[in-house]
């Protein structure tokens, strides 16, 4: 029997509040997080997604009081990711009510922090966040970025994908710059390239712009569909995503 797809809202966090923008620019307030993490369980979602966008020193109290006051009311996997550094954020974050962490932009700079995650809390708690875009630059024809897309590394996403699960990644956030916020639906060539290659559960990412587009997501293997957009703004409800996964033949929650 095939696992069910999970549907995943996502809500990028700054300074306490829900925001929304493209290309992680030009944010603008989309709600309040405990009220809009409550809505989606009540909704159906079948995990959440905190994102802290600005994580800086200052805000990282507010994160972990957010974390403890939303795993107070809702009673679904919650994944926390932004300024993660080391395995105390890991352990704090955890402690404060996280199931999982997603790392990015640490997890490049210092890939053992990969492992050190999944030996001290197991790979099941770890998700790897990948920011992709496409590049000339890379032989498979996609490029791993930082900093919302801003930056481009030198590292190809395939041989990034390969050396985060030897080092012990759970899962695969796979994230479309190009696609990211622009609604014109997931980057299937992308979430097909991803998945011939994992042997971990990938979440798609970026670009979800109606229920139906979940569908192309699933079919080119994603195990969850994360979105944010089109569920704070009210032009999807998780239901009808669900509605349409079913509609398609795929097994939801």
């Known amino acids: 029997m095939s696992l069910a797809i999970r549907v995943i809202p996502c809500l990028d966090v700054a300074e306490g509040r829900v925001v929304k923008g493209v290309n992680f620019l030009n944010l603008r307030d989309a709600g309040d997080p405990i009220e809009l993490a409550t809505r989606y369980y009540e909704d159906g979602a079948d995990e959440l997604t905190f994102l802290d966008v600005k994580a800086t020193v200052e805000n990282r109290s507010t994160m972990f009081d957010l974390v403890t006051a939303t795993a107070e009311q809702v009673f679904i996997p919650l994944t926390v990711g932004g300024g993660i550094r080391d395995t105390e954020d890991v352990a704090r974050l955890l402690g ?3 199931d999982k962490v997603s790392v990015g932009s640490a997890a490049i700079s210092t890939p053992s922090l990969i492992s050190d995650i999944s030996e001290r809390f197991g790979n099941q708690v770890l998700v790897i966040s990948l920011d992709l875009k496409r590049s000339n630059k890379a032989n498979s024809g ?3 970025t930082t900093h919302g897309g801003r930056n481009e590394t030198e590292l190809d996403a395939v041989d990034w994908i390969s050396t985060c699960q030897e ?3 759970g899962e695969l956030l796979v994230n479309s ?13 992308l979430l097909e390239l991803v998945r011939s290659i994992s042997r971990v559960p990938i979440i798609a990412s970026g670009g979800a712009g109606k229920a139906s587009d979940f ?10 569909i994360l979105a944010a ?7 999807a409800t ?5 509605r349409e996964l079913q509609l398609a033949g795929f ?3």
Request: overall charge negative; aromatic content about 6%.
């Open 238 to 242: 998780i239901a009808d995503a669900k």
């Open 229 to 235: 957009s089109i569920f704070h703004e009210g032009s």
């Open 142 to 144: 996609f490029v791993v």
């Open 177 to 189: 710059i190009d696609s990211d916020g622009t609604r014109t639906g997931f980057d299937i060539e």
């Open 215 to 224: 569908v192309g997501a699933a079919a080119a293997g994603a195990d969850a």
């Open 251 to 253: 097994e939801v929650r």
């Open 96 to 98: 404060a009510g996280a």
């Open 167 to 169: 080092l012990g990644a």
